[in-house]
DNA sequence: AATATCACG
DNA sequence: ACGTACGTGATATTT
């Protein structure tokens, strides 16, 4: 055996509460499909995989303390009431971190009556001894005193999210601390630490405690000189208090000397990348961290029934035979080798997957005899069938297809948004493996993926459509969200044409005033910067002109909108910047950014996603077409270039205060309702209720109170929120608060209500049905929980709206269409719709919207949708 | 890729 | 003591 097996190399020691406990403050709550909870595991593993990779060390070794979280010395019971017990969350996280650790090959340390740090002093010290170099990885200061020429101690901070590792070496700390690692220990028994319960001496600080250190080197050689000590203060407290003072030093010196079994060779580096571990992550859900493996995953059975079409007749009977099947998967295989990726949205087909029984799973190829016009051509044709046309996004499938019977098809991405709208992503493999149990290796070749995304379509069907009903989702399903797909595919199809050249104008005006802004701000600030640079004009407004700074953000001084406009009034560099601001933004995004999305026929045929909003509602991308500038008049000039095509005008419609409509008709509140039965100005109804003042004499600011009050509400009220939103003291804000819910008893209830349902059953429904799971609700900190309870408010309110307008677009669609008509709804804003009206039809079109908006649900409210038209979207609002 | 800002309901 | 209103998406800048 050689002596110095172990000469030069490295060995990283991690400690693993406290790395797990960063992980776990630092990262956003994560749960997977059972449940568990997960963030700090992952945490500590992308920290692991971080350091491993900087550090390269050949051994690794995890120290854990037995008892999470054990108190350093059970004996000094008096100072443990600062430390919380650890959050559930967490705790049930450590045994499972322990587990991967295994699974993973990971030498752990714990030892009962001996804490991580401990057995981490120890062994540093034993490693340095062997000749290797140390690495100590932890979240926990104390550890510096461990820092030698071959100790280097990596602490990882999060810093505006990421995560960045301060390192020291015994010269770091002296350099950072003024101290050596050693004196570091007495510096720390001087001043105390309540949360690992180090009592201190009392009346010395850090400043202090530092001081002193650095002058004698050591509390004993302190105490020696103790009637030299300054200030007094410090000198009298050590006097009094020194044997406070040696205890605390005892409590603060971490044991390198402890006695438990280990080898060095027990911590070497294997292969981390085990089977074992693979499952684990997987079944943690930790997605991206699975591409660091490079196991083999066993070929699923069913790839043996994967089947190549490449003949006409072959490809003929395959489409024959589905034509019979009770349910079809149908999946679209793009060929993306000849096209850059910048046209990859024009890829054309290079196959089609099919599938529709466990051994009837094919892939048809694209060729020169069957071509993809023909295979669409055979795609379309298939949904005329009585089987069930299961697919992953049926509204990008319909540019490429037509869809003959609607109710014959089944979206999969839309079934599996409903069941947990939270996801950022829907996919294939994902939804393959949620609900199918199937794993799909992700770098197989685009054939076998391709069917398998058909054979998911295919199964999932069923499973989805289950636990749909399950759910009570299923009329939801059927009833609103399928036919929406194709009211949604009519209305991207349509488009909304736009002025180009006006729009051009418009940009050029933007262009030459944002010019004479620029030259008048860089006057006023004596220097040239990048205006749109919140970090290079915070410098200039407030260090060099030196303003008056408000908030300060992570990075620097915040430069928001709501700061600069309490300084405008006083300087005008900064009213200009506002302006500039305000301008800049119309011309990047809505002056250039909307003309990049004219396509060929003049219009802009942007996307309306059905599977992004947490609440229900619809979102539009590519470009928004729901955030148009309305509430300042620059801005609301845009819409005079979105215009309707010749004979044709715009009608437009929006609901008179749906979600208080619906807060109305939920809580069952009668006073609420009653308001709203009789009154047109529900602001003002509210005003004179909650301000006990006759309707005709309330003021416009008691009016604009009890609007604000009525957008709390909505929004899950808060004091704090409402308090800010008014400009006013929280407690004034509670009292209007407490006001409203005497006034409006039934209100508070229902929202208690919903609040209480949602603790209860870990989500919200809409009055249709709709689920929006809150994971928010369970979590131990106060911050999470309240965002919780607000969005178990708001969520079956907004989402109940977004339900009931989505009905409306269903019916108006329908309407129009049965009845011939050439008008056809263009966009959507939540509450209104915008409907490109040929000029005969603008009467019945009218009808048909009023009729369908207001009674597209039945509430104990009247639905209110306001009607008006001409010949710009500006016009018509 | 993340942050700050700002447009809408 | 904590530190927020609910729901989105696009842009420019910076890392």
Redesign the pocket.
Known sequence: MNERQYENQKILLIDGHSILNRAFYGIPDLTNAEGLHTNAIYGFLNILFKVLEEEKPEYLTVAFDVHAPTFRHEMFEDYKGTRKPMAEELRQQVPVMKEVLQAMGIRIVEQAGLEADDLIGTLSKRGEKEGMNVVVLSGDRDLLQLATEKVKIRIPKTK???TEVEDYLAADVKEKYQVTPQEFIDVKALMGDSSDNIPGVPSIGEKTATKIIVEYGSIENAYSHVEELKPPRAAKALKEHYDMAQMSKALATINVDADFPYEFSEGKIGNLYTQEAYEYFQRLQFKNLLGRFDVESPANQIEDQFREITKEEEAEAVFEKAAGAPCVGIAFEKDTENVLPLFKDQAGLSGIGVAFGEDQIYNIRTSDTMTETYLLEKVTSLTESRAVISMFDVKAAMKQIQIRKPENTFDVHVAAYLLNPLKSAYETDDIAHEYLDLNIDEKLPAEKKTCYEAYTMFRAEKVLREKLREYEMEALFDEIEMPLVFTLSDMEKAGVRIAADQLKMYGSELGDKIEELEKEIYDLAQETF?I?????L?VVLFEHLELPHGKK???GY?????I?EKLAPDYPIVSKI?EY??L???K??YA??LA?FISDDGRIHGTF?QT????G?I??????L???????EL??LIRKVFIPEEGYVFVDA?YSQIELRILAHCSGDEALIHAYQEAQDIHRITASQVFHTPFEEVTDLQRRNAK??N??IV????????S??LSITRKEAGEYIDRYFETYPGVKAYLDGEVAFGKENGYVKTMFGRRRPIPELSSSN??QR??GE??AM??PI?GAAADIMKIAMIRVGRALRSRGLKSRIVIQ????LLIETKKEEVEIVKQILKEEMEHAADLRVPLIADMSQGSSWYEAK
Not at 532 to 536: A, E, F, G, M, V
Not at 715 to 722: A, R, V
Request: proline share 4%; charged share 20%.
């Open positions: 505006q999210g990421r990048n749109n640079s919140p970090k290079q915070g953000t992570k990075t915040s430069t928001a909108a709501d600069l506002l601001r305000q800049a933004k119309l990047s995004t250039d950014g990049n996603n992004v909003t947490a609440t509602r979102s539009s991308t590519e470009p928004n729901q955030n148009i500038p309305i509430r300042m801005g609301r929006d604000a009050v957008f709390g929004y899950g009220i808060s004091s704090f929120g409402l800010q939103d106060f911050m309240s965002f607000r969005v708001n969520s907004q804003v939540h509450d209104e």
